[in-house]
C-alpha cells in the first residue's frame, strides 16, 4: 500500500511553500525558517487527522475510544513539538502563522469541490402543495406571514363586531331607563338631573 497525499494535504502544503517563499522574500529568513517549522508541524498533524478520520468512519478504527485515544496522543506530541520548536528560538508570530495554514487550506478545498448545485424544482417536497383556498385565507388572514399584514378583511369584521356590541349596550340602557320611568318619577330622571 503506497503513500499518498490527500488532496487537502496537498493544498495545504501548496500554501504553506507560497507563504513560507513569501515571507522568505519580505521578511527574515529567521522568519520564515519559524513559519516552516510551523507549517510541518501542521502538515504532519493535518495528515493524522484525515487519515485518522478516514479510518474511523471507514469502520477500520475499534471505536470512539480508540479515537479519542489517537486524538489526545496527538494532541500531546503537537503541544510537545510546539514546545521544544520554541525553547529552540522560534518567532512566536511565524510559528503561529505556520501552525494556522491548514485552516484557509480546509476552508478553500471544500469550497472548490463542493456538491453541484441542484435545481430546487428537482428536489423531493417534504410538504404538501398549498391548496388555492389555503393561499387566499393566509393572503387574507395571516398576521405571521413575512413582509405581510394585511387586515383589511379583519378590520372590516372588527368593526361590525364592536358596531353590534355598541347597538346591544344601547338596547341595555333603553331597557334600564324605561324601567326606571316604570317604577316612578324620581327614578325615571337621567343621572344629570338627578345631581341637581
Do not use: C
Not at 78 to 83: K, S, Y
Request: glycine share 8%; net charge negative; hydrophobic share 50%.
Amino acid at each position: 500500500m503506497g503513500f499518498e497525499l490527500a488532496r487537502v494535504e496537498r493544498l495545504n502544503l501548496g500554501l504553506s511553500a507560497g507563504a513560507v517563499a513569501a515571507s522568505l522574500a519580505f521578511a527574515s529568513p529567521h522568519f520564515a525558517g519559524s513559519m516552516a517549522a510551523g507549517a510541518f508541524l501542521e502538515a504532519l498533524n493535518l495528515g493524522v487527522i484525515h487519515r485518522g478520520a478516514r479510518k474511523l468512519f471507514g469502520g477500520e478504527l475499534a471505536g470512539a475510544r480508540t479515537w479519542i485515544g489517537v486524538f489526545s496522543m496527538r494532541f500531546l506530541t503537537l503541544a510537545a513539538a510546539i514546545f521544544v520548536t520554541m525553547q529552540a528560538g522560534a518567532d512566536p508570530a511565524a510559528l503561529l502563522i505556520g501552525l494556522s495554514i491548514a485552516m484557509p487550506a480546509t476552508v478553500i478545498d471544500a469550497w472548490l469541490n463542493r456538491p453541484p448545485v441542484v435545481d430546487p424544482d428537482t428536489l423531493p417536497t417534504l410538504v404538501e402543495v398549498e391548496s388555492d383556498e389555503d393561499a387566499e385565507y393566509w393572503e387574507s388572514y395571516s398576521v405571521w406571514r413575512p413582509g405581510r399584514l394585511i387586515m383589511t378583511q379583519r378590520d372590516d369584521l372588527m368593526s361590525e363586531a364592536t358596531a353590534a356590541l355598541a347597538a346591544e349596550d344601547r338596547e341595555i340602557e333603553r331597557a334600564h331607563w324605561a324601567r326606571l320611568h316604570q317604577q316612578g318619577p324620581e327614578s325615571s330622571r337621567g343621572p344629570e338631573e338627578s345631581d341637581r
